[in-house]
Every structure is written in structure tokens, then in C-alpha cells.
């Protein structure tokens, strides 16, 4: 029982020994509400295979692509948003677990997996990992499941058999499970751990040294040590051991309830976990503890720690949101709250022994050999807030530093003190030889003094070669010492150089365009490095001396101000917007976002450690960048497209082809790049549209009312400091044409022109038909008009203008023609030659007006008595001729007689009281078809019959047969 309670006793003297508070600035990029995560309050985080981000919360599931989070949650199908475990498999799956039931996202949606239709609910300890074939291993409710998931099903069984869970009860308590690389399977299991390999099961607990607890975390870091916890103690089985070891953490810092505890290797095999004050590291054989003294605000607690495919590290806390340790592992900080005199730091410098010396703006500070804390040297009032703006050691380990102020001092490692040497104007930098002098440089030109000069000493003034134009007191710059050990230093827009024996004055000025030297750099290859109004040139001095100019898209609107080559021969440039770095192939920039203290630097701005490592001098701290080999080992940003839309459809690759639509087709591109985004931009094109690239710093792309066809949409993000860019993501789509541009239409409009074109011939022809009809009805109208107005002429040349009767021509040519037809036919006609009686004496005594009255109706009734076929002629004067067709004699007789009574049977009304009473006397011949006579002959024995009338009294008719008279 002592000899435990020793036991327990050392190693509890042994943890407190191994606990370090880190003095460091952690630089944290903070993720809330402000920047689109919905819940402060992150309980898991997980990275799945395309490089999304992916936080679980109190209230919701986020992604994160590197610009802006998207919230899943109850819209997506999870009834309860508190998330307790995430868990992305190398298959691509994503699987998600709260208090309720476990989900898988398929296709945007939370898909519930349910296992014989009851849910699997999911506790936040360690419950999921990883099998063969990219399996889900769950812990839940004390089982140990295996998930398979194959397109939109899932299968769920259980991991042991019966068998096995009866050898080994502790099985059916399992709480959290890992996967180790080999397949080998630790499970928190009841009080102990279970390890499960090749179908053998064994059980760790207290015969190996490890407590009966509820271990819930587990983790082998890379040397194959396992690591396990609890919530309030941490053990370890060494590779190789069978005894477990208590790296339980001193000072009671693991009291409060955490949501789950965190364990968790980095790329440099520390292991982290959470804490009371927030974030422990074990490193190098000692925990270092990080809080609040360090810049890191956990709230509740960090609940998750996740170390992303880029090297990130991320810090999930309760109530703090999101937190982004930037450059995690490489990047080291401090400030005035760590150590340092001052924020403002000036220079720096590592002495013989392994301390390292920083010059800041209020003073001298110094860590210690194989320290993690800087402390503040004994330093006399009168140098205490001295700028250290420049150090060097001599050949006796003494280190000198020169203030802006113009003091001159030496630190003695002996006795730890600080002496002042001289009093010189500015000081700008101090230089040791190779003959153990010190050079300084001033406001007010060089001075030297040998390394071994004591204290009062003043300096000697450097003459320098007369030249024209230049003072002799022009201020001097930082410069350099080449690998021959020449001086060389900027003043004004001249370059000094010293060659061991004497002293050179170059004017260069004119080289890089008369602009102002501000520092100088030495190359390995004999060229000088120079920053000259703002920009960054590479000078040649042996021969013609001449000046390039580097034109570095890192430079660009960049003002350089110092640099410095390092032993790889690599250069490193000091900005007002950070630093870049050039390795001979690549250039980068680095600033706050990559992990710097501060983006302004200060100073000469570098200083080479003995490690190859770089110390970095800002204007708001010191930042440390433990491996700058890694520097060029990230890639071109990664370039996703992370959604086609067009309106409410979403363009998925090997889609239908789209129909067409005037709404625009918008593309959201995403770089899955964490770190230093400040450079990033995309480069676009829509193949099938366009041939050129298109620039955008912006993610989205928009274009409108695509015509129909095949399309390819291009997208590379492209880092405009370093100029690589990703290799482009595509996406094949179609578009139908529009109706009025598809093939079927054209053929529609082929069709309809030629059916428009024969319709238009058709409509041409009949209209051509019909103006030909209407000219034909118009030339026949005309040609009726004409033969009517012929016909009117003819009948006007053939009728009596009097009375409207034929004429005596018109009936000669009737007659003619009544001849031949009867003739012709065979039937007989007759013709009557009928004289008004006593018409002289109606002109004599009533007028001619009378007579033509008389004339006029006396043919009227004439007319009006004889067929439609019969022909009426005045024969001359009162004389009228009547032609009868097919009338015979004696038939006939009453025809004529109905002529007589016409005419006599009415008086004929000429305007008098009494109506005139008019008779006639008539002749008629009959022709009969044998006949011989001529017209002539017929008028003529007409003619007598008229006559013999009116011999015989008037007023009757008389025959030219005079057998029928009767």
C-alpha cells in the first residue's frame, strides 16, 4: 500500500514537471454567425472526401467550402439538428449521428438509416470509424454495428457474433471504436479497452496497468503508441510495452464536463486534447497548455479537434463557433502578452550558446537554450527602452546592437549585461567583418570600430571617395556581406562598396530608375538584391553595371522594402502586406492568413536561424516559421463546381438535355482552400459559347438564354501571387434549341416555305386565272358594250328614228332573208304594206307634230299586236311594212285583220279635247317556198293590193291573190 501510494506520489511530482503554459500567440481565424455559421455551439467536425468542411452544431449541420457556410438540418430531412458525431468515409459518404437516429447524406438529403425499421442512436463519445471497404463501424447503445451503404440502401448488422459476445460480455458495452491502419479494431469497452484483431479479442484493463474507467476516447499517434482517455485521465501503452503509462495532465486542468473528450494526432505525431482551459499538446515528452494567455477563446470547451487534407488545424468549441489555428505546426507567435518587451520587433539574432536575442522597439529580450519563454535581460535605465534596430556578433560571441537613436551597445553573455559603447547618429545596421571589426551604418555615413575597442570608444567616420553630387554625410542603409566578405551598402542612389582594402562609391541609381536605394541583399551568385522605389531589383556590378527589375505577380502593387537570401539561396521579401518568398522556381506570398503575426513587416524583416528556420520581424510581433522546406508542398488551389442551376433544376453531370428557357444557367464554383485566400480568383469559359478565358474573383457565373447545343463549362481557381492554377473542372450539359431553332421546325419552315412558296404560285396562278377572267369578262363586256353600241349604231342605221320600227333598208334585208329561210324550211310567210289613210290632211290641218304623233302610235299598235318573231318597218312616210313568218293565206287573215282593227280601234290622242280617229288600208302577198319572187316583186303585188284599197274606199285590206278577196 506504500509503495502505490509512492508511486502515485511520483508520478504526480512527474506530470506537474511535464506541464508548460505556451507562451505563444495562437493565430486563430474565428468562424461565427458572421460569417454564416448559424450556431456557435460546434459539437463535431469532419472533412469528407471532395475536401468540404463539414461542423456539426446544437442546432444544424454546416458545410463549409472555404468562402461561406450552407446549413443542413430539419429542410434536409434531420428531425433533430443536435449533432453529436460526423463521420466521412474514404468512399465519399458522409454519415451524421444525433441523440435520434444515425444519417447519411445522398444527393443534398439526410437520409435516416433505420435497422429493421428502429432507429440507431448516436452519443457523442468516439462512436464511429472506419472498416474494410469503406464499412461504417457505429458504436451504439453498448452494440458495435457494421454499416454498409450501396446506392440509396443500407444494411446493418452486427459486427460480433453471439459466440463472441458471450466469451467476452464487455462487448456489449461499447462506447467509442477506432481503427488502427492495420485493421485492428480498440473499442472503449464497459471499464476497459477491447482490442479486436484477425477474430481474436483481448481485453486491457488493469493487469496492464490501466484503471477502470469510462474510456471513451482513443488514438495511436505515429510512433504506435496508443493513447486512451476519459474525462478526467489520459494513459498511454508505449509501442512495444504491456504496461499502460499515466499521462493524465497536472493542476486538476481536466475537471469540468467536456461534451466529449478529444484526443487527437497532428501531422507531427503530438497528440492534442481538450481541456478546462482549453487546448493540451503533448510534444516533445511534456504537455503544453493553450487558453485564453494565448488568444484561444473556448467557451464551453473545445468539443472537436480536426486537421484537415491542407494541414490545417481546426478547434470546434461550445458556444465560440469555429476556429482555425492557421498554420498550424509551422508557424510560431508571440507578442508583448508572451514575453516580449514590446509588439514592435526590429531584429534578430541567435548567440553562440544557443539563446536567441529579439530587438524590439522597447528593448532587448532573450529565450533561453531549449526554453519556450522569452525573458528580459538585465539592461541599465539609460538602455532599457532602447530600439534595437540592428545586432551582429563579433569573434568573441559578444553581441553588439545598434538603436535608432544612435546607441551603440554590446551584450556580454558572461554576465548577462548590457554596456553602452558610443553614441553615433541613427544607426541603421551593424556589421562584424572577418577581421573582427564592426561597421555601422548611420544617418550620417559609416563608421567602424575594431570588435575589441572598449567602452567610450568612439567610432571612426569612414572617408568615402569624393564624387560628384554626393554628400559626404548621406545617409547609409541596411546592406550586406558577400561570400568574399565585401561590404556592400546603400546610400541614397548610390552603392557602397568595400573590398577589404578600400572603399568604392557606385552610382547605380540611374540603373533602376534613379530611384532610392532602401536596402541591398547579397547573392551566392555575386548579384545584389536591391528594394529601390518600392519594387525589387537584381543588379549586376562586375562589368557594365546594369539592373532587372523583378516583376513577380507577388510584387505587384506590393511596396518591397528589404530582403534577405538565405543558405538555400532562397530570397525572402519584406512587404507592408507580408512576405514573400522565392524559392528559384516558385514565388509565394505569406501573410496573417497563412499564420504571420502581423501582415506589416519590420526591420531588416528575416533573420535565418542555425535550423534553417526563419524568425520573422513585424510590426505587431514575432512570428517563427519552424520548416520553410514546406512551403512549396501545397498544390494549385482545388476548384470544384459546386452547383449548375438553372431556376428550380439542377444540372447534374450525364443530365437529360435541357430544354430551352430564357432563365439564366448560374455556376457556383468553390476553391476547398482554407488557407491564404486573398489571391484567389477564377478562371471560367463556357465551351460551345466562347473560346477566351474569362476572370472573376467572384464564385458565381451567369449566363443567360443559352442558344441550343453542346456545352462544356470550364473552371480553374487560379493563386494570382504564385501564378498556379488547379486543373480545370468540367461539366458537359446540352441544351435542346428552341422550338422556332430545332431541326424538326426547320423542317417544318423547309415544308411551309415550299408549301407558302406552291400556295403563293397557286394563289398567283389563280389570281392570274381570275385577272384573266375578269380582263375576259371585261373584254367580253367591252366587247358587249362594243357590239351593243355596234349593235345600237346598227339598229340606230336600221330603225326609224321616229317611231323605233325598222327601217325600209333594215326590212329590205329582212325580207331578203325571210326569203331564203323559206326557202330553206319550206314555210310560207306574208307581207303587208299598210298606208294611214288621209295623213295629209292630219299634217295640213293638225300639223306635223300631229301626223308624227299619229306615226308614232300608229306603230306602237303595231307592235303590240304582232308576235314577238313578226317584224314591224316603216316603209317611207305613212307607210309601214309588216313581215309575218310562217303565216299562210286564207289562215293568216285574221292576223292582218287584227292589224286593221289595232290601228282604227281608238282615236290617237295628239293633245286635242277629241282623240283623232286613223285608219289604214292594207296590201298582202303570201310567199310560198316554190315561189320564185324576189323582195321586190313581193312589194310590188303588195303594193298593188294597197292601192286596189284605197281605190276601193279605204279602211280595209286587199290580197295580192285576188282569190281570196272576198
Known amino acids: 500500500m506504500r509503495l502505490k501510494l509512492l508511486q502515485s506520489l511520483l508520478a504526480a511530482v512527474l506530470g506537474m514537471a511535464t506541464l508548460d503554459a505556451s507562451p505563444q500567440h495562437i493565430p486563430l481565424q474565428h468562424f461565427g454567425q458572421s460569417e454564416g455559421l448559424g450556431n456557435l455551439s460546434v459539437t463535431a467536425l469532419s472533412q469528407d472526401a471532395s475536401g468540404y468542411l463539414w461542423a456539426g452544431s446544437e442546432n444544424g449541420l454546416f458545410r463549409y467550402n472555404g468562402a461561406h457556410f450552407r446549413r443542413y438540418g430539419i429542410t434536409q430531412g434531420m428531425t433533430d439538428p443536435f449533432v453529436t458525431a460526423l463521420h466521412s468515409s474514404s468512399t465519399g459518404a458522409l454519415w451524421i449521428g444525433n441523440h435520434e437516429n444515425l444519417y447519411r447524406l445522398n444527393q443534398g438529403r439526410l437520409t435516416p438509416v433505420l435497422w429493421n425499421g428502429e432507429k440507431i442512436p448516436v452519443w457523442p463519445y468516439q462512436p464511429m470509424a472506419e472498416g474494410t471497404g469503406g464499412d461504417l463501424l457505429l458504436a451504439s447503445e453498448g452494440r458495435l454495428l457494421v454499416i454498409t451503404a450501396k446506392g440509396d440502401s443500407t444494411s446493418v448488422r452486427h459486427y460480433f457474433d453471439q459466440a463472441t459476445l458471450r466469451a467476452h460480455p464487455e462487448l456489449q458495452a461499447v462506447r467509442s471504436v477506432y481503427a488502427d491502419s492495420k485493421g485492428t479494431l480498440w473499442l472503449a469497452c464497459e471499464a476497459s479497452l477491447c482490442q479486436a484483431s484477425e477474430g481474436r479479442i483481448r481485453v486491457l484493463g488493469e493487469a496492464e496497468g490501466l484503471p477502470h474507467d469510462e474510456w471513451s476516447s482513443i488514438a495511436i499517434d505515429k510512433d504506435g503508441n496508443l493513447w486512451t482517455r476519459s474525462a478526467q485521465r489520459i494513459f498511454t501503452l508505449p509501442k512495444g510495452a504491456n504496461r499502460f503509462e499515466d499521462r493524465t495532465p497536472p493542476q486538476d486542468m481536466m475537471r469540468k464536463h467536456m461534451l466529449r473528450s478529444e484526443l487527437h494526432i497532428d501531422d507531427n505525431g503530438n497528440v492534442l486534447t481538450n481541456a478546462d482551459p482549453g487546448l493540451l499538446r503533448w510534444r516533445q515528452g511534456r504537455w503544453e497548455a493553450y487558453g485564453k494567455e494565448n488568444g484561444l477563446a473556448a467557451g464551453g470547451g473545445i468539443t472537436a479537434v480536426l486537421h484537415d487534407q491542407g494541414h490545417g488545424t481546426w478547434l470546434a468549441t461550445r458556444g465560440r463557433g469555429l476556429q482555425h489555428w492557421l498554420g498550424y505546426g509551422n508557424w510560431e507567435n508571440w507578442t508583448a502578452q508572451h514575453g516580449l518587451p514590446d509588439d514592435v520587433i526590429i531584429s534578430a ?8 536575442h529579439i530587438g524590439t522597439r522597447n528593448g532587448h529580450a532573450m529565450m533561453a537554450p531549449g526554453a519556450n519563454k522569452f525573458t528580459t535581460p538585465s539592461t541599465p535605465p539609460a538602455l532599457a527602452s532602447q530600439q534595437w534596430a540592428s545586432m551582429d556578433m563579433d569573434r568573441s560571441g559578444r553581441l553588439w546592437a545598434g538603436s535608432y537613436s544612435g546607441m551603440l551597445m554590446r551584450y556580454l553573455p558572461d554576465s548577462g549585461k548590457t554596456e553602452l559603447v558610443a553614441k553615433l547618429p541613427f544607426i541603421t545596421q551593424v556589421l562584424a567583418d572577418r577581421n573582427d571589426q564592426m561597421w555601422l551604418t548611420t544617418w550620417k555615413g559609416v563608421y567602424v570600430l575594431p570588435a575589441s575597442a572598449p567602452t567610450g570608444t568612439q567610432p571612426q567616420l569612414v572617408k568615402m571617395p569624393e564624387t560628384a553630387g554626393r554628400h559626404p554625410e548621406n545617409p547609409v542603409g541596411a546592406g550586406c556581406m558577400d561570400q568574399q566578405g565585401h561590404l556592400w551598402l546603400p ?36 548579384k545584389l538584391w536591391a528594394a529601390a522605389g518600392g519594387a525589387l531589383w537584381q543588379m549586376t556590378t562586375q562589368g557594365k553595371p546594369r539592373a532587372t527589375r523583378i516583376e513577380a505577380p507577388v510584387l505587384r502593387e506590393r511596396s518591397v522594402y528589404a530582403m534577405v537570401e538565405d ?27 497563412h499564420g504571420l503575426a502581423w501582415n506589416d513587416l519590420n526591420g531588416i524583416g528575416f533573420y535565418e536561424d542555425q535550423d534553417g528556420s526563419m524568425w520573422v520581424t513585424t510590426s505587431n510581433g514575432l512570428s517563427h516559421l519552424l520548416h520553410p522546406e514546406t512551403l512549396f508542398d501545397t498544390g494549385a488551389p482545388p476548384v470544384v463546381i459546386e452547383e449548375a442551376r438553372r431556376g428550380s433544376t439542377e444540372l447534374a453531370p450525364g443530365a437529360a438535355r435541357l430544354p430551352w428557357s430564357r432563365e439564366p444557367l448560374v455556376f457556383r464554383l468553390a476553391s476547398l482552400q482554407f488557407e491564404g485566400r486573398q489571391g484567389l480568383h477564377y478562371r471560367y469559359r463556357l465551351a460551345g459559347l466562347e473560346d477566351q478565358w474569362n476572370d472573376s474573383a467572384q464564385p458565381e457565373m451567369r449566363y443567360a438564354a443559352l442558344p441550343g447545343g453542346d456545352y462544356r463549362f470550364q473552371a480553374v481557381a487560379v493563386d494570382a501571387d504564385s501564378g498556379i492554377q488547379s486543373k480545370p473542372a468540367e461539366l458537359a450539359f446540352s441544351i435542346a434549341p428552341p422550338w422556332w431553332r430545332s431541326y424538326p421546325f426547320y423542317v417544318l419552315c423547309a415544308a411551309g416555305i415550299t408549301l407558302g412558296f406552291l400556295l403563293f404560285h397557286r394563289m398567283r396562278l389563280l389570281v392570274h386565272k381570275r385577272r384573266e377572267a375578269e380582263l375576259e369578262v371585261m373584254v367580253q363586256e367591252r366587247t358587249r358594250a362594243l357590239e351593243e353600241a355596234q349593235e345600237a349604231l346598227k339598229v340606230r342605221a336600221l330603225k326609224d328614228a321616229l317611231t323605233r320600227t325598222w327601217n325600209r333598208g333594215a326590212m329590205m334585208e329582212i325580207l331578203e332573208r325571210e326569203i331564203g329561210k323559206s326557202q330553206r324550211t319550206g314555210e310560207s310567210f306574208v307581207l303587208v304594206l299598210l298606208d294611214l289613210d288621209k295623213f295629209k290632211n292630219i299634217n295640213d290641218t293638225h300639223g306635223h307634230l300631229a301626223g308624227d304623233a299619229v306615226l308614232v302610235e300608229t306603230s306602237r299598235r303595231l307592235i303590240a299586236t304582232v308576235r314577238t318573231y313578226d317584224s314591224v318597218g316603216r316603209y317611207g312616210g305613212e307607210e309601214f311594212l309588216v313581215l309575218l313568218p310562217g303565216l299562210s293565206l286564207p ?15 281608238e282615236p290617237v290622242d295628239i293633245g286635242a279635247d277629241a282623240g283623232l280617229p286613223v285608219t289604214a288600208s292594207f296590201g298582202a302577198v303570201v310567199f310560198k317556198p316554190h315561189s320564185q319572187a324576189t323582195a321586190t316583186d313581193l312589194l310590188h303585188q303588195a303594193d298593188l293590193a294597197l292601192y286596189r284599197s284605197k281605190n276601193e274606199g279605204r279602211d280595209r285590206i286587199s290580197y295580192a291573190d285576188e282569190t281570196m278577196q272576198t
Open 349 to 356: 539574432l541567435r548567440d553562440r550558446r544557443g539563446a536567441m
Open 491 to 526: 546610400s541614397v542612389t548610390d552603392v557602397l562598396h568595400y573590398d577589404g582594402k578600400a572603399w568604392q562609391v557606385l552610382p547605380l541609381g540611374d540603373t533602376v530608375g534613379k530611384a532610392t536605394f532602401d536596402g541591398i541583399a547579397c547573392s551566392r551568385d555575386g
Open 567 to 593: 543558405s538555400r539561396g532562397w530570397l525572402w521579401v519584406a512587404t507592408g502586406a507580408g512576405m514573400a518568398v522565392w524559392n528559384r522556381e516558385r514565388w509565394r506570398m505569406l501573410n496573417q492568413t
Open 891 to 905: 289562215a293568216g287573215a285574221n292576223r292582218i285583220e287584227a292589224l286593221r282593227h289595232a290601228i282604227r280601234s
